[in-house]
């Protein structure tokens, strides 16, 4: 089966051709860090009509690039939300006219079911089920996994994610966006436990965070000046207590579940500290963490693919033709039946 994915939900625009036999075989991402850094931040209008100027040159060199005619594929996924409507409506319009057109299948994909799966791309995969970690952007979660489509809620943050504390801090720190990839980078040169910083809910008993507290603290330690100290380790500082919290949940959940593969997904699953400690973290219970390769961490069109792939095999993914279609900026992703 030749699944054709694609991802719009925020600032990238993603394609990917998905060969159930043969693997990815190609896929290709355009980001808007460009056109949005001079506002510090995602403009959703000048998301959505970058992403109207990308999305046919990225499928025509994807199908270039995989050697592939259009009539070939057998299905189109493509990312239904959550997201920026603007934005999700670019991808599922091309999507489903697409999919009208070859006269095949369309199957709306849940974004973050798309990153959760990612990492069974990877080189060794985990295998169901498992504990997955998702931090992705305005998302942090713990889900148990039994399945393709069976997912439980374990905890989730109570107000900031992970990514956005990243994002926000660095912007109190005078970074330039995008904030969380800078702040990473400079926290490489800095020494933790120069300043302290709080560990939001780690003693909490309950698999729930919290990270906007954190964010508040070192805005008001760069309030009162950094003392002698300089910005990376200020930056080091927060990466670990952030990072503290996500190993302490993330092996609480495993624990909790009684299982023993964690999988790591999103953006920030990229962070090598992350991946330092969670991997350290794993080996000392027996278990073990597995991540998607680094450049399928952030937003792409192969976990598109990929999940579209992996419904159509269980039966759970296709809409019948010809159909409207909607997207759904907010989507839990415990219930992937469509909202309304």
């Not at 003693?203 to 008001?220: I, P, Y």
């Not at 309030?223 to 100290?229: K, M, P, S, T």
């Not at 927060?238 to 964690?262: I, P, S």
Request: proline share 7%.
């Amino acid at each position: 089966m030749l699944v054709l994915g694609i991802e719009s939900s925020c600032d990238e625009t993603g394609v990917a051709l998905f060969d159930t036999a043969r693997g990815l075989l190609a896929h290709a991402l355009h980001s808007q860090i460009d056109l949005h850094q001079a506002y510090g931040g995602v403009v959703p209008e000048l998301a959505s009509r970058d992403h109207i100027r990308r999305i046919v040159p990225l499928y025509r060199d994807v199908l270039q690039r995989a050697q592939v005619e259009p009539s070939a594929i057998d299905a189109v996924g493509y990312t239904a939300g959550p997201g920026l409507a603007g934005a999700l409506l670019v991808g599922a319009a091309f999507a489903e006219a697409l999919a009208l057109a070859l006269g095949r299948p369309a199957c709306p994909i849940h974004h973050l079911e798309g990153h959760l799966l990612s990492p069974l791309l990877a080189d060794p995969a985990p295998c169901f089920p498992f504990v997955a970690l998702l931090v992705s952007g305005g998302h942090t979660q713990l889900m148990a996994v039994a399945g393709v489509g069976r997912y439980r809620l374990l905890g989730e943050t109570v107000d900031d994610a992970a990514g956005e504390a990243f994002d926000k801090t660095a912007k109190v720190m005078g970074l330039p966006y995008p904030g969380g990839p800078q702040l990473a980078r400079l926290a490489q040169s800095g020494r933790p436990g120069r300043y302290r910083l709080p560990r939001p809910m780690l003693h909490s008993g309950d698999l729930d965070f919290s990270f906007s507290g954190l964010k508040t603290a070192v805005l008001t330690q760069v309030a009162r000046g950094l003392d002698g100290g300089d910005a990376a380790d200020l930056a080091a500082e927060f990466q670990e207590a952030v990072v503290d919290v996500l190993v302490a949940k993330a092996c609480g959940a495993l624990r909790q579940a009684g299982l023993g593969e964690l999988v790591v997904a999103g953006g920030v699953g990229a962070n090598q500290r992350l991946r330092e400690r969670l991997d350290a973290a794993c080996a000392r219970m027996g278990a073990q963490a597995f991540y998607p390769p680094l450049d399928l961490c952030t937003d792409n069109g192969a976990m598109i693919a990929f999940a579209c792939a992996q419904r159509l095999q269980a039966g759970r993914g296709a809409k019948a033709l010809p159909a409207a279609f909607r997207v759904f900026p907010r989507w839990p992703l415990a219930n992937l039946v469509p909202p309304g």
